[in-house]
């Protein structure tokens, strides 16, 4: 039981949600860049939400299965095929033995999971399945995947109803980025009124300097009337912060532990996996919403979730 890389993507990780409570070792939780969409394609494959799938960015690769298959793509669409037939997203699907899923460039967002029933079997490290790639850990052999790599598929164990009803509209509401909500981050105090008003009004764009550790923006330049450094601190997933060139940085899930910028603001839990969607060149807006409104979008968010779990 297994799938053999017969032709590798751009950067493809094995991926589940991660291993928090490593900071202090200096050692981020990484995981799924989009935990949102990841737990839905496990879900729509009869799999538990935290079970270790494929994370494709930007382009795919091939994938020969030697074995009876239950497959599912989620996230942004991607140009897929099996053997020639399109792949639909956010839906489940069979494939055979001898099969190949061909994953082509992404039509929308940056990212897309295959899962796979049964998961995707990799080593345990630290509690997590997922590759930490600036780090070389986890996954498989800590790397991004490359051709003639040979991937187990886990055996199913206490199998889920596979979902089969998924509101397609409503997943690809929640993964648009055109805006991505904020609360005030430590030092916000550090900003003006006026810059706060270029921060929030004006679009930022992606750089290329775009990876899971962090996302650089361009286009507008944010500065503090405090100076551009603090005592190195804590970093947190989503963190957004300011050096000295005035070009915000997303702090995401490969981020630094420490850090010594100003953090004008932190990316609410619930649009992270917007955020996990962005590639270079793509334009959005920060919007700022309170402590309680952040809470209760990720609530309504975990509720989604629950729901399909239990439908």
């Excluded at 967002?109 to 899962?115: D, F, T």
């Excluded at 991937?151 to 889920?160: A, D, F, Q």
Aim: hydrophobic share 35%; with cysteine.
């Amino acid at each position: 039981m297994s799938i053999h890389v017969l032709k590798q993507g751009l950067q493809t990780t094995v991926q589940d949600l991660g291993r928090p409570g490593f900071a202090h070792l200096g050692i981020s939780a990484s995981g799924a860049a989009d935990a949102f969409s990841i737990q839905i394609g496990n879900l729509l494959v009869g799999n538990e939400p935290n079970t270790a799938a494929l994370e494709i960015t930007i382009t795919g690769g091939k994938y020969k299965f030697t074995t009876d298959s239950y497959i599912a793509l989620s996230g942004s669409d991607f140009d897929a095929q099996i053997d020639g037939k399109t792949v639909a997203n956010w839906t489940g699907v069979s494939i055979k033995k001898g099969q190949c899923l061909q994953v082509n460039k992404s039509l929308g967002g940056a990212r897309c999971y295959l899962s796979v029933q049964g998961g995707i079997d990799v080593p345990i490290l630290l509690n997590s399945r997922s590759t930490h790639l600036m780090t070389g850990l986890g996954g498989f052999d800590g790397c991004v995947l490359k051709k003639d790599y040979v991937l187990k598929i886990g055996h199913v164990v206490n199998k889920l109803t596979k979902i089969t009803l998924i509101n397609k509209q409503e997943m690809e509401q929640k993964l648009e980025r055109k805006t991505i909500r904020v609360t005030k981050g430590l030092e916000g105090d550090w900003f003006n009124d006026d810059t706060w008003e270029l921060f929030l009004n004006k679009n930022f764009r992606v750089s290329q300097s775009f990876s899971r550790m962090g996302i650089r923006l361009e286009g507008n330049t944010i500065q503090s009337t405090e100076g551009n450094e603090i005592m190195t601190q804590g970093i947190s997933l989503g963190v957004v912060q300011i050096p000295g060139n005035g070009e915000p940085i997303i702090s995401f899930v490969e981020h630094q532990t420490t850090g010594g910028y100003p953090r004008i603001a932190n990316i609410i839990s619930a649009d992270f996996c917007k955020v996990g969607q962005l590639k270079p060149g793509d334009k959005f807006k920060f919007a700022l919403v309170t402590i309680d409104q952040a809470e209760q979008l990720y609530k309504m968010q975990l509720k989604i979730i629950h729901n399909i779990a239990v439908s």
